[in-house]
Structures are given as C-alpha cells and as structure tokens.
C-alpha cells in the first residue's frame, strides 16, 4: 500500500481568531463542524487519518495578530496538540519578526517544546520573504538559524482572501533571494504559487536544490489548468483520467500529442482523477506519492478548496531534511538543544 503524507493542514484553535475571520471561516468551510471537532481533540482526528489511509500530516500555523489574530501563543498551541501523536503529526510553528525580542532564540524554543518546521505567510504578516533586504533583520536572524539547526521553512505562496491581507507579499519570486542567500536552507513553497504565479514557482523548484514546493489546495481535477504545459512537462508524466494511474510514455508534452503512447488513455487531453492523485518525478530514486482527495478528503481548515493532495515535488527522498522532518526530525546536538519528537 503505497503510504501517504499530507503535508499541509490547518488544525488550528479556532477560538483565538479575529472574529471577521472567523466568521469567513465558518460560512465558506462546509465541514467547519469537522474542523471544529479535530481542533479540540487529536485523538478524534488521528482516527479521520486512520479511514483516509493518511500515515503522517503536517499541521501548519502561523503568528499573525493584525490579520488572523494569532500570536505567538499558536506555535504552543501546535506544539501541545502534536504531541499527541508525535510520529504522525509534523509541527509547524511560527517566529514573527516584527513582534520578537530575539528571533534565534524564538527558533531555538520553539525546537525544544516540539516544532520541526517553520512557517512564513508573507500576504498574513505583512512582509515579504525577502524583507531582510530591506531591513527587517530579525528576517534574517529566522533564517540563519533555521539553516543552522535544520528545520524546513515553508512559505506562502497563495492569494488570501482574508480581510488585511497584503497579496502582492505571497509572490513566489521574493522567495528567490532566500534560496540565494541561505543555500543549505531546505525551502518549501506552500501551494506552488496558485492561482496567479505557479509557473514562477516551478521555475524556483527547478532553478535552486534548497527549494521545494507542495501543492496544497490544488483540487486534482483542475491542476491541468493551474500548471503550465511547460511546468507539466518538465515535473511529471501521463495520467489517466479513467484509472488515475501514471503510464511510462514519458513526458506530458509527448503524450499530448497522441494517445497511442499512453494506451491507458481514451484520448490525448488528460486530466487528473478527483479521487486520487499519482505523481512521479523524473529522478527514477523517487517513488509514486499517492494522494487522497475525495472531494474534501482532508479538512483543509482556512483553504478556499476543501482538497486533500499536498504533495513534495521534486527530489523528495534524495534530501536528508525532508526526510527528518517525515520521520521525526531532531536538531543537531552542536546546536546545544535538547531532542524533541
């Protein structure tokens, strides 16, 4: 059975949002009663991973007072709520820099009550990831210390619709500088870019080894139109729209051309199924991701598409980083911190 990592959820505590969000959250969610049942209780929502076939989650929040309402009192939250469970669910918390004495030692705690990953939402805190630049120096101190003990970053790369949210920060291009500047900093693009820069992020993914991306909030049936045919053919192979399962013929610009390379197919126009999603990267190392999404398959929780298929592209099992934060990532013992999860 092929095993199944969802790597972006929001299980968040409900009751600390700004009451304009959450009333959004509530009118455009309709299993908001779900979400509200798995963010009191993990155990419950262990149990809704077990029937979906879902081995480990990442559970993301971010510290945004002026937009959602979180402070920095989020990252606890996540921590305590994973602790549940804590070789199925992956921690990511917050630092932010415009709110925090000392942002190194704002990691550095973090790392020892249970994050194993960290989370910029540029569009919910107002900067941009390239804000160091600029002057927002503890920006940078994040960085440096995250390259330094080892957890992932991952930054939004995705319009919001919340009230106060800046878009223009959510561009994935001003995630180029950081790739740049910190080279050993595992960097994940949440969303890949959707809806407006998915061909800037492939772009990034294929420019910088320290960059991945996933694709959360993609619904499968329309991830044809969202990815350009230059980003298709260069990150995957052919689908099935009747089966859901990826043929050998090759490259998706091939396959477009005619359906006798793809004999599993009716016909050349592809489209992904809306019950699960297969990828393969063209490194042979790497090996099939099987997503489940069933229309609403993962309670998506602030997600403007209820779609469970958050998938890592590209390179996947050949990064050491990727794979401690899959299994149980610790900090390096020449950090001086202790072992969480």
Same mark, same amino acid.
């Given at each position: 059975?092929?095993?199944?990592?969802?790597?972006?959820?929001?299980?968040?505590?409900?009751? %600390?949002? %700004?009451?304009?969000?959450?009333?959004?959250?509530?009118?455009?969610?309709?299993?908001?009663?779900?979400?509200?049942?798995?963010?009191?209780?993990?155990?419950?929502?262990?149990?809704?991973?077990?029937?979906?076939?879902?081995?480990?989650?990442?559970?993301?929040?971010?510290?945004?007072?002026?937009?959602?309402?979180?402070?920095?009192?989020?990252?606890?939250?996540?921590?305590?709520?994973?602790?549940?469970?804590?070789?199925?669910?992956?921690?990511?918390?917050?630092?932010?820099?415009?709110?925090?004495?000392? @942002?190194?030692?704002?990691?550095?705690?973090?790392?020892?009550?249970?994050?194993? @990953? +960290? %989370?910029?939402?540029?569009?919910?805190?107002?900067?941009?990831?390239?804000?160091?630049?600029?002057?927002?120096?503890?920006?940078?101190?994040?960085?440096?210390?995250?390259?330094?003990?080892?957890?992932?970053?991952?930054?939004?790369?995705?319009?919001?619709?919340?009230?106060?949210?800046?878009?223009?920060?959510?561009?994935?291009?001003? @995630?180029?500088?950081?790739?740049?500047?910190?080279?050993?900093?595992?960097?994940?693009?949440?969303?890949?870019?959707?809806? +407006?820069?998915?061909?800037?992020?492939?772009?990034?993914?294929?420019?910088?080894?320290?960059?991945?991306?996933?694709?959360?909030?993609?619904?499968?049936?329309?991830?044809?139109?969202?990815?350009?045919?230059?980003?298709?053919?260069?990150?995957?192979?052919?689908? #099935?729209?009747?089966?859901?399962?990826?043929?050998?013929?090759?490259?998706?610009?091939?396959?477009?051309?005619?359906?006798?390379?793809?004999?599993?197919? %009716?016909?050349?126009?592809?489209?992904?199924?809306?019950?699960?999603?297969?990828?393969?990267?063209?490194?042979? #190392?790497?090996?099939?991701?099987?997503?489940?999404?069933?229309?609403?398959? #993962?309670?998506?929780?602030?997600?403007?598409?209820?779609?469970?298929?958050?998938?890592? +592209?590209?390179?996947?099992?050949?990064?050491?980083? +990727?794979?401690?934060?899959? #299994?149980?990532?610790?900090?390096?013992?020449?950090?001086?911190?202790?072992?969480?999860?």
């Amino acid at each position: 059975m092929t095993s199944v990592i969802d790597i972006h959820i929001h299980i968040q505590p409900l009751g %600390k949002l %700004k009451p304009a969000v959450l009333e959004l959250t509530r009118h455009s969610r309709y299993n908001f009663a779900q979400i509200e049942k798995f963010s009191a209780d993990p155990v419950a929502f262990l149990k809704y991973l077990d029937e979906v076939g879902v081995e480990r989650t990442g559970l993301i929040s971010s510290v945004s007072p002026e937009v959602i309402g979180y402070t920095s009192e989020v990252s606890d939250w996540t921590a305590r709520y994973c602790s549940a469970s804590p070789g199925r669910l992956i921690a990511f918390g917050s630092v932010y820099p415009r709110h925090v004495n000392d @942002a190194g030692t704002e990691v550095d705690r973090l790392v020892k009550i249970g994050i194993r @990953a +960290l %989370k910029i939402h540029p569009p919910h805190q107002l900067f941009s990831p390239n804000a160091y630049r600029d002057g927002l120096g503890p920006l940078a101190t994040i960085y440096e210390r995250a390259q330094v003990m080892g957890p992932p970053i991952k930054i939004h790369t995705r319009t919001s619709i919340f009230p106060g949210a800046r878009n223009l920060y959510a561009q994935p291009i001003f @995630a180029d500088d950081v790739a740049v500047d910190y080279p050993d900093l595992v960097i994940i693009l949440a969303h890949g870019g959707r809806p +407006l820069w998915m061909d800037e992020a492939f772009f990034l993914v294929r420019r910088h080894k320290n960059m991945y991306m996933d694709i959360s909030g993609i619904p499968p049936q329309n991830c044809c139109w969202n990815i350009s045919h230059g980003s298709r053919k260069s990150l995957t192979r052919c689908f #099935s729209a009747r089966t859901g399962r990826a043929s050998e013929c090759g490259t998706w610009g091939r396959t477009s051309r005619s359906s006798r390379h793809c004999p599993a197919r %009716k016909r050349p126009n592809t489209r992904f199924s809306t019950t699960t999603l297969r990828v393969y990267s063209r490194r042979s #190392s790497n090996s099939c991701k099987k997503m489940t999404s069933e229309d609403g398959g #993962s309670p998506q929780g602030f997600s403007s598409d209820p779609v469970c298929a958050n998938i890592w +592209l590209a390179r996947t099992s050949t990064s050491p980083a +990727l794979r401690r934060a899959h #299994s149980g990532w610790h900090p390096a013992r020449t950090c001086g911190t202790s072992t969480s999860s």
